[in-house]
Every structure is written in structure tokens, then in C-alpha cells.
């Protein structure tokens, strides 16, 4: 959080001082020098002007992120990885992200461009788009990307692939990908329909039992049932949509006072992020509560199919601990940040539904595991 603040409070300061005109002006000239068409050039000012805020964010939010990510999970020995290691891949996951924010930042101004009183629709549309091609592209783009290679174990890859058919989502493949001496376990179930794939980390393969593993499984599996993913995307578009529409209203309201010569100026680019910043932050509690719902489904989901409430508790409390996750926390905390339902909760859950006479599971259809 203290690195969502540094991010909030530089854009904050850049709106508050104006600051805006003067660096769009300058990156104006700059451009205008370097001799682009002319039709080009506003974009390019843009992306430089989106480029450089992302730049800056990180690395005035980098102390933080230090401690947080490499500090404590040292001094709680989640991570054997040297500075330097860690470092590099903070690095190369900073410049992809800025670069992220600088094509969304293009997308933006190009919608604004078409429309500048409807343009937040057209943000919303994109976004939506481009987060469906995500998902059908994803065994094509994460594979290659992280190395994975086809699972070493055929007992445990046979054992995975019966339990998909059970549940009625038949995977094609069950994968391994190296993550380092840094990584913490994790599962994940990729694509939809014939392109669908279990992807496990290579901790998981050699720290969980085969049993723990079935169980992470049957949860990723509840979420696709469920249509999980795009029940979440659609809430993202709409939030997207609604950041975008606070912009405009900001851009149409503040524009005299922060210099700007119309809705495409680059220079409202601070105000826009603070915008989209402040919407979401403003919805995370909602957005959180929505994605309880979805873990405690797929939570009941994951103990129908496979009856196994010991691997279910064992792997929860694992990897909990290796999150450093707090197992009660307090109301506030939970209903703000929390994304998950808090681990002592799931225990508790998974206790009742162990003492509950054994059913049908929450899909029509699938049985649970006799």
C-alpha cells in the first residue's frame, strides 16, 4: 500500500503544481525536433509522457517494494534469491509495466480522438476485447514465456487430467514451469475449451503432495466452470468504463484550470491516472467481495469433487504461510484488501462441509469423488 500511496502522491503533486503543460510542452518540442510526421507526433508525446510517469512511479515506489517483496521474504525465508537476482526480475517486470501503461495510455487518447465526450465507452470496449484475447491466447503466450515443459511425473499428469474429466472441463496437457529459488508455489489452469492447460511451478511439483495438488487444481477448475473469468472481466470493463467517465468529467470541469487546450492534451495525462487510480481504489472492497464469493464457491467446489479434507487444509495452511498471509485479520483489513477469504475461514469452512452428508457438487452433473 505505501507504494500504491508514493504512485498516488506523485500524481497528485504533478496536478496540484500544473505541471503537466510544461512537461507536455517540453516533450512537444523534443518531439517536433526529432522530425516525425506531424500526424504522429501527439501519440508519440503521449506515450513518451505516459512512459516517463510510469518510470517514475517505480522508482519512487521501489524502497517499498524492496521491503515488501525481497526484504521480508528473506527475513522470513520464503526467498534463497540473491539482490541482484531479484532485482533484475523486478527490473524487467517494472519496464513491462510502464511500457503497459504507455500503450493503455495510447488507447486512451486514440478513443478520445474518435469521441471526446463517449470516448471512456470505446476505453471499455478495448479493454474487454483485449482481455478475452488474453485469455483464448493464453497456452500460446505463457508456455513459451515461462519455459514449461510437459510434467515429468505421468502418474500425477494422468491423476490431474482424470480429475478435469470428472469435473467435466477436460484439459489438454499438464505442464511444468521452472520458476527459481525465489518462487513461491502456484497452480494455474489456461485457455478455454481444446486449449485449455494445468501449468504447476516447479516448487509445487516438489513440495506438495500429489493430493494437495489435485485439491489446488479442483479450485482453478470450480473457476472455470463457474465462468468465473468472465463474470471478472466484465466487472473490470465496468470499472474501466467508470474511471474513464470520471476522467472525462474531470478533463471537461478542470481543463481551464490545468492549462489543457481540449480533451486530447497529453497534458491531462496526471489528472487522467489519478482519475482511474481513485475509481478503482474507490471500488476495491466491492471488487474484493465479488472475488470471495468466487473462492468460497470454488473452495466447496475443490471438496466435492475431491473429498480430501486433510490435502485440502494442509495445502491451504502451507500456502498461506508462504504468502505470509494473516489468518484472522481484522474486519476492515479483510473487507478493503482482501481478495481471498482469510485462511482461518476457509479451515472453518472446509470443517463444516466435511461434517455435512456427502452430495451432488455445486455443478449439475458432477459427481463428487466416491
Given at each position: 500500500?505505501?507504494?500504491v500511496?508514493?504512485?498516488?502522491?506523485?500524481?497528485?503533486?504533478?496536478?496540484?503544481?500544473g505541471?503537466?503543460?510544461?512537461?507536455?510542452?517540453?516533450?512537444?518540442?523534443?518531439?517536433?525536433?526529432?522530425g516525425?510526421p506531424?500526424?504522429l507526433q501527439?501519440?508519440v508525446?503521449?506515450?513518451l509522457?505516459a512512459l516517463?510517469l510510469?518510470?517514475?512511479?517505480?522508482?519512487?515506489?521501489?524502497?517499498?517494494?524492496?521491503r515488501?517483496?525481497?526484504?521480508?521474504?528473506?527475513?522470513?525465508?520464503?526467498?534463497?534469491e540473491?539482490?541482484a537476482?531479484?532485482?533484475?526480475?523486478?527490473?524487467?517486470?517494472a519496464?513491462?509495466t510502464?511500457?503497459?501503461?504507455?500503450?493503455?495510455?495510447?488507447?486512451?487518447?486514440?478513443?478520445?480522438?474518435?469521441?471526446?465526450?463517449?470516448?471512456?465507452?470505446?476505453?471499455g470496449?478495448?479493454?474487454?476485447a483485449?482481455?478475452v484475447?488474453v485469455a483464448?491466447?493464453?497456452?500460446l503466450?505463457?508456455?513459451?514465456?515461462?519455459?514449461a515443459?510437459?510434467l515429468?511425473r505421468?502418474?500425477l499428469?494422468?491423476r490431474?487430467e482424470?480429475?478435469a474429466?470428472?469435473?467435466?472441463?477436460?484439459?489438454v496437457?499438464?505442464?511444468?514451469w521452472p520458476e527459481?529459488?525465489a518462487?513461491?508455489?502456484n497452480a494455474?489452469?489456461?485457455?478455454?475449451?481444446?486449449?485449455?492447460?494445468?501449468?504447476?511451478?516447479?516448487?509445487?511439483?516438489a513440495?506438495?503432495s500429489?493430493?494437495?495438488?489435485?485439491?489446488?487444481?479442483?479450485?482453478?477448475?470450480?473457476?472455470?466452470?463457474?465462468?468465473d473469468?468472465?463474470?471478472?472481466?466484465?466487472?473490470?470493463?465496468?470499472?474501466?468504463c467508470a474511471?474513464?467517465?470520471?476522467?472525462?468529467?474531470v478533463?471537461?470541469?478542470?481543463?481551464?484550470?490545468l492549462?489543457?487546450?481540449?480533451?486530447?492534451?497529453?497534458?491531462?495525462?496526471?489528472?487522467?491516472a489519478?482519475c482511474?487510480g481513485?475509481?478503482?481504489?474507490?471500488?476495491l472492497?466491492?471488487?474484493?467481495?465479488?472475488?470471495?464469493?468466487?473462492?468460497?464457491?470454488?473452495?466447496?467446489?475443490?471438496l466435492?469433487?475431491t473429498?480430501?479434507?486433510?490435502a485440502?487444509?494442509?495445502?491451504?495452511r502451507?500456502?498461506?504461510?508462504?504468502?505470509?498471509a494473516e489468518?484472522?485479520?481484522?474486519?476492515?483489513?479483510k473487507?478493503?484488501?482482501?481478495?481471498?477469504?482469510?485462511v482461518?475461514?476457509?479451515?472453518?469452512?472446509?470443517?463444516?462441509?466435511?461434517?455435512?452428508p456427502?452430495?451432488?457438487?455445486?455443478?449439475?452433473?458432477v459427481?463428487?469423488?466416491?
Amino acid at each position: 500500500m505505501l507504494a500504491v500511496a508514493v504512485r498516488a502522491s506523485l500524481l497528485g503533486g504533478l496536478v496540484a503544481l500544473g505541471a503537466g503543460a510544461p512537461v507536455r510542452t517540453a516533450l512537444e518540442q523534443m518531439v517536433a525536433q526529432a522530425g516525425l510526421p506531424v500526424w504522429l507526433q501527439p501519440t508519440v508525446v503521449v506515450a513518451l509522457g505516459a512512459l516517463a510517469l510510469g518510470v517514475a512511479g517505480e522508482v519512487l515506489a521501489f524502497p517499498f517494494v524492496c521491503r515488501a517483496e525481497w526484504l521480508l521474504a528473506r527475513r522470513y525465508g520464503q526467498s534463497r534469491e540473491r539482490f541482484a537476482a531479484w532485482w533484475g526480475a523486478h527490473a524487467r517486470t517494472a519496464l513491462w509495466t510502464s511500457v503497459s501503461w504507455m500503450l493503455a495510455a495510447v488507447v486512451v487518447y486514440v478513443a478520445i480522438g474518435l469521441s471526446a465526450t463517449r470516448w471512456w465507452l470505446v476505453v471499455g470496449a478495448a479493454f474487454a476485447a483485449g482481455t478475452v484475447a488474453v485469455a483464448l491466447l493464453g497456452p500460446l503466450l505463457l508456455r513459451p514465456a515461462l519455459r514449461a515443459r510437459p510434467l515429468g511425473r505421468p502418474e500425477l499428469a494422468a491423476r490431474l487430467e482424470a480429475l478435469a474429466r470428472r469435473a467435466g472441463a477436460p484439459v489438454v496437457g499438464v505442464h511444468e514451469w521452472p520458476e527459481g529459488p525465489a518462487s513461491r508455489p502456484n497452480a494455474a489452469l489456461v485457455g478455454v475449451g481444446a486449449a485449455r492447460r494445468v501449468l504447476l511451478s516447479d516448487t509445487m511439483v516438489a513440495d506438495y503432495s500429489d493430493a494437495e495438488i489435485e485439491v489446488v487444481l479442483a479450485h482453478e477448475l470450480a473457476h472455470h466452470l463457474h465462468r468465473d473469468i468472465w463474470k471478472t472481466i466484465a466487472f473490470r470493463a465496468a470499472v474501466v468504463c467508470a474511471a474513464g467517465w470520471v476522467g472525462q468529467r474531470v478533463l471537461a470541469d478542470l481543463g481551464p484550470v490545468l492549462g489543457l487546450h481540449g480533451a486530447a492534451d497529453a497534458a491531462g495525462l496526471p489528472a487522467l491516472a489519478l482519475c482511474a487510480g481513485g475509481v478503482t481504489m474507490a471500488v476495491l472492497p466491492a471488487a474484493n467481495l465479488l472475488s470471495r464469493r468466487h473462492e468460497r464457491r470454488a473452495d466447496r467446489f475443490a471438496l466435492d469433487v475431491t473429498g480430501n479434507h486433510e490435502a485440502f487444509v494442509s495445502g491451504l495452511r502451507r500456502m498461506g504461510t508462504e504468502h505470509l498471509a494473516e489468518e484472522r485479520p481484522s474486519r476492515l483489513v479483510k473487507w478493503c484488501f482482501y481478495s481471498h477469504p482469510p485462511v482461518a475461514e476457509r479451515v472453518a469452512e472446509a470443517r463444516r462441509h466435511r461434517a455435512r452428508p456427502r452430495g451432488e457438487s455445486p455443478r449439475r452433473g458432477v459427481a463428487a469423488r466416491p
